[in-house]
């Protein structure tokens, strides 16, 4: 292991010869021990001393920057991948790496044009062409995602990647079987792919197919590794299972006047997220779960407060609805 941890060394150093680079082997080793065991920070400081007892080559650098990227220090990832690139110029690897680092620090133009050049660069490129579709989607510019992920599957029919984003395409246009189908692909060419089976299953059950996405649910489950997405899943379990019992769910804010409930009601229907302004003014128990009451079925609740949840549509937000303690407004959510 520690002639195989020398070889790298020399390797990202630029081959230089042991006897006369002692110490950036060495410091270049040991950021690498660091970093096998997940310790970011002490490689950045490792690394850092081997740049400035003089490693320079390309590959030396491009580690150190993705260990910059890791690390979310966005401005000497940037530093760090120019400097790679003054070194040997046009390296695909480095222009998109560049191309994260913007996006990252929020400025997606300039994103577009660093993966834009390594598009000339490699212009049969599947990953390149899948990222650049990912970057215009984000710009909102779907025409132009929608062409370069086509273009991603003409070079590579099996880029998993071309076809997630294609999936995201699909489901913000609303064409919810074409975004399945994109899923689908992926769990044929992935099949351990956590999120694509829990993207099928949350459009099966948009689509009311209830039955199936409980099956896609159970298979995500079997497939998540982290608590967090475990106990997700489990409550989106829960969930299309008292969709299935024609269970309903929505949330509401409490006041006392009449004004302010109905006041609250415009600012959500002009944008304000409902959960926050039921934190702010609800006078009800569950305020601070933004007003939301989990499923309920038939007499579980205030026969006002069912009768007006049935007239709504899903996602719409009612007026002020009056019952013995004050006014509700309510939003309903399946």
């Known amino acids: ?194 999120e694509a089976y829990n993207n099928i299953a949350f459009l099966l059950a948009q689509q009311g197919s209830y039955a199936r996405a409980l099956e896609y649910y159970e298979q995500a489950r079997e497939r998540a590794v982290e608590p967090a997405l475990i106990y997700s899943i489990n409550a989106r379990i829960e969930a299309v299972r008292a969709m299935m019992e024609g269970k309903m769910r929505a949330r509401f804010i409490l006041v006392k006047v009449q004004a302010e409930a109905q006041d609250l009601s415009q600012r959500i229907q002009s944008g304000e997220d409902f959960a926050e302004l039921a934190r702010q003014y609800s006078q009800a128990p569950n305020a601070q779960d933004g007003g939301d009451v989990d499923f309920f079925g038939p007499g579980e609740l205030l026969p006002e407060f069912e009768e007006a949840v049935l007239q709504l549509e899903v996602g719409e937000v009612s007026g002020a609805v009056q019952i013995p303690v004050g006014f509700l407004i309510i939003q309903r959510l399946n």
Not at 9 to 28: C, K, M, N, S
Not at 29 to 44: N, V
Not at 168 to 185: G, H, P, R
């Open 1 to 194: 292991m520690k002639f195989i941890g020398l070889c790298c060394a020399l390797v990202l150093i630029g081959g230089g010869g042991f006897a006369e680079e002692p110490d950036i082997v060495r410091y270049v080793q040991q950021g690498e021990a660091f970093a096998a065991q997940g310790q970011l920070e002490p490689a950045i400081a490792e690394y850092e001393k081997a740049l400035a007892a003089g490693a320079g080559s390309a590959a030396f650098l491009n580690r150190l920057g993705v260990f910059y990227l890791q690390a979310q220090n966005l401005a000497q990832a940037h530093r760090t991948f120019h400097l790679s690139l003054r070194e040997k110029p046009a390296q695909l690897p480095v222009l998109s790496r560049l191309g994260e680092v913007f996006l990252a620090s929020g400025q997606l133009d300039s994103a577009i044009y660093y993966v834009e050049q390594a598009r000339l660069l490699a212009p049969q490129a599947s990953p390149v062409h899948s990222s650049l579709g990912f970057l215009y989607m984000q710009g909102g510019d779907l025409k132009r995602a929608r062409a370069q992920l086509d273009t991603a599957l003409h070079f590579d029919p099996e880029n998993p990647e071309a076809h997630r984003y294609l999936g995201f395409y699909f489901t913000q246009m609303d064409s919810l079987e074409a975004a399945i189908e994109q899923y689908m692909e992926i769990v044929r060419l992935v099949p351990d792919h956590f």
